[in-house]
């Protein structure tokens, strides 16, 4: 079992920047792929991206290509999201989650069995 702890959300301009971290517990971090989720109000929690349990494999959902960029620290029991070049469509809670299960790729929630509680990104105009 891991227990995870997001950071790093807060206000930020539209072309500003965050680092967001989520930390985790327990000794067996590398053995989880690791997903980041937003979820705006009235919306459903959308996929944004995946590290894989080494670092050596990511993935982003289209709309954050080039700007977002997910990594991780194995011997610290974190992984990052780093997000450039914000928008205000960014605004949303973002969540990191992690996957047990050995798959090149999943982008569904249900999918991933551990959650942290979720950090306030907010983006101004």
């Known amino acids: 079992q891991v227990q995870l702890v997001e950071s790093g959300g807060g206000l930020v301009q539209a072309g500003g920047s965050l680092r967001l971290s989520c930390a985790a517990s327990g000794r067996t971090f590398s053995s989880y792929a690791m997903g980041w989720f937003r979820q705006a109000p009235g919306k459903e929690r959308e996929f944004v991206a995946r590290?894989?349990?080494?670092?050596?494999?990511?993935y982003y959902t289209d709309s954050v290509k080039g700007r977002f960029t997910t990594s991780r620290e194995n011997a610290k029991n974190t992984v990052y999201l780093q997000m450039n070049s914000l928008k205000p469509e960014d605004t949303a809670v973002y969540y990191c989650?992690?996957?047990?299960?050995?798959?090149?790729?999943?982008?569904?929630?249900?999918?991933?069995?551990?959650w942290g509680q979720g950090t306030q990104v907010t983006v101004s105009s």
């Open positions: 590290i894989s349990r080494s670092g050596g494999n990511l």
């Open positions: 989650a992690a996957d047990s299960k050995y798959r090149i790729l999943t982008t569904r929630p249900e999918n991933y069995n551990y």
